[in-house]
């Protein structure tokens, strides 16, 4: 046995063996290892990090040379401080301040959408359109951009109830609280003229537009009857906004609105916050009714801007003749105020139609089989086919969304001054919208049967409040909207040669490539 020992400790300074049938393993000694098989701490600490000592620290503190190193570095950090901040100051004072933007409410944006309820979607198969049918229908105005909806429901013998053939007061308060929860507002008008209302009778007009505010509606267009005189109208709708906002708009934020009709005449109707306006008469063409769109619509004789406040927000309603769809779209939606389009605009639908949902027989509009589209309705092409994927031909429900989305990007488009612009050909209207601030946005369309060429480009001088002046040649555009010509949306194109065909429609950012584009 101490034989064996012998044996295994001779093991352990040389190798050590395990055997069994599989395998041998071995293991080589460590010659740092002591007999437990640890390796023993190490004694030798001159390589471990001590530190300096108090007294060490005390001498380098008062050491010439280390002490003109921290002063040397304290001030390079106040010469670096000092710098940034002027640096900043600089660039808060050479840096042009924003530009003014004007507080919108919801009625001075995106789109304002006339319903036809009666031709617009039937809900329970008679033929007929209904309160219940047009709830249906929340999507495609969400997908249209559209900020509110005017529907006439009211009852003409009884103001205070929705026109039986239409609906229930019950279906009108769903329409109006899911489209509420879907961001469009419901519009109704108020023809003070009908329904035995006495305009003298304050009590009897307060509680037909609490009724209607109760009901969920947020914006009251008010018609003046035969023989009221302006001031009285003026005074009616003043009052009847008065008790919106003591009423309904100080408990939340919806800023319900009354808006005035047939509002000529801004130095009496300056507290009146919107007003409905027809800026246009049927003919219009040329220059004179290029003037006639500057004096009525931006006041330019009283030199007084669409957005100021002393006068009303003005939402346009007309019906000028044009020979195309899209150049009729393009005219309505890119004019100052909020554009007030009719019912079936976005797929060229005719006057008083019925609405074309899809391409079955009755259209999409009702389910009775015996419904039949006049002639000239099935001749335009249905929701469906213009909002398809590879749609053959001038999109006029893509065209209405990129106009939509272009009013709602551009601050010269939502509420810049309307300014005439000359095209340099026959045939062609065009003008601009200019945003203090903001890029100019040009409007091109060809009316006409033929084509013709001309320039979007023109110079501007500015000059500032010392004195100096500037010149703008914008002689570059980028195109925001296309209708009927070759250029893409997107595309920035030199703007002094443009070629619009019959028909033709571009919106676009003019570009000042003589200025930096973040002063733009």
Not at 213 to 222: C, H, Q, T, W
Not at 402 to 428: C, I, T, Y
Not at 450 to 456: C, E, N, R, V, W
């Amino acid at each position: 046995m101490k034989g064996d020992d012998k044996d295994v400790e001779g093991a352990s300074e040389q190798e050590t063996t395990f055997q069994d049938d599989s395998e041998t393993v071995k293991f080589l000694p460590d010659k740092d290892m002591d007999a437990s098989g640890d390796k023993p701490k190490s004694t030798n600490n001159t390589g471990d990090f001590q530190g300096l000592s108090r007294e060490e620290l005390e001498e380098f503190a008062t050491d010439p040379k280390w002490v003109k190193i921290r002063w040397v570095l304290f001030i390079i950090f106040i010469v670096g401080w000092v710098a940034m901040l002027v640096i900043a100051i600089i660039i808060v004072v050479i840096t042009p301040k924003c530009p003014p933007s004007p507080e919108l409410k919801w009625y001075s944006e995106g789109v304002a959408y006339n319903v036809d309820i009666e031709r617009f979607k039937d809900s329970n198969g008679d033929g007929k359109g209904d309160i219940a049918g047009l709830s249906q229908k929340l999507d495609h105005f969400k997908d249209l951009s559209v900020k509110s909806i005017w529907v006439d429901v009211l009852n003409d013998t009884n103001l205070t109830m929705p026109a039986s053939l239409l609906g229930s007061m019950e279906e009108f308060m769903d329409l109006a609280s899911s489209f509420k929860k879907g961001g469009v507002r419901v519009v109704i008008p108020i023809d003070l003229a009908s329904g035995g209302i006495d305009t003298s009778d304050m009590d009897a007009l307060n509680g037909l537009v609490r009724t209607w505010a109760d009901a969920g509606a947020e914006g009251f267009v008010l018609s003046p009857p035969a023989g009221l005189s302006s001031v009285q109208f003026v005074n009616i709708s003043l009052s009847l906004q008065e008790l919106l906002d003591e009423e309904y708009n100080k408990r939340d934020d919806r800023d319900r609105v009354i808006i005035t009709a047939s509002v000529v005449n801004v130095t009496y109707a300056k507290n009146v916050r919107a007003a409905l306006y027809n800026p246009t008469p049927d003919p219009c063409t040329g220059e004179a009714c290029q003037m006639e769109i500057m004096e009525n619509v931006m006041n330019v004789s009283m030199e007084v801007p669409v957005s100021d406040e002393a006068t009303p927000w003005k939402i346009l309603s007309f019906e000028r003749t044009f020979a195309f769809p899209n150049v009729k779209l393009v005219y309505k939606m890119t004019l100052p105020g909020t554009p007030n389009v009719q019912g079936g605009d976005e797929i060229g639908l005719v006057k008083d139609g019925y609405m074309k949902w899809d391409d079955s027989k009755t259209g999409g509009f009702t389910d009775d089989e015996t419904f039949s589209y006049p002639a000239n309705h099935m001749a335009v092409d249905s929701v469906l086919a213009h909002s398809s994927v590879g749609y053959e031909g001038e999109s006029l429900y893509s065209l209405f969304q990129d106009l939509a989305k272009a009013r709602a990007d551009e601050p010269s488009l939502k509420w810049g001054a309307f300014v005439a612009h000359d095209f340099q050909a026959e045939g062609v209207e065009s003008y601009r919208r200019e945003a203090e601030g903001f890029a100019p946005v040009v409007v091109a369309f060809n009316n006409g049967a033929d084509g013709a060429a001309g320039s979007l480009s023109f110079i501007k001088t500015t000059t500032n409040k010392k004195g100096k002046e500037t010149v703008h040649n914008y002689s570059r555009a980028e195109i925001l909207v296309a209708s009927g010509v070759d250029v893409e949306v997107g595309e920035e194109i030199d703007s002094d040669a443009v070629y619009l065909p019959p028909g033709g429609a571009v919106v676009a950012r003019l570009i000042n490539p003589d200025a930096k584009k973040w002063l733009i």
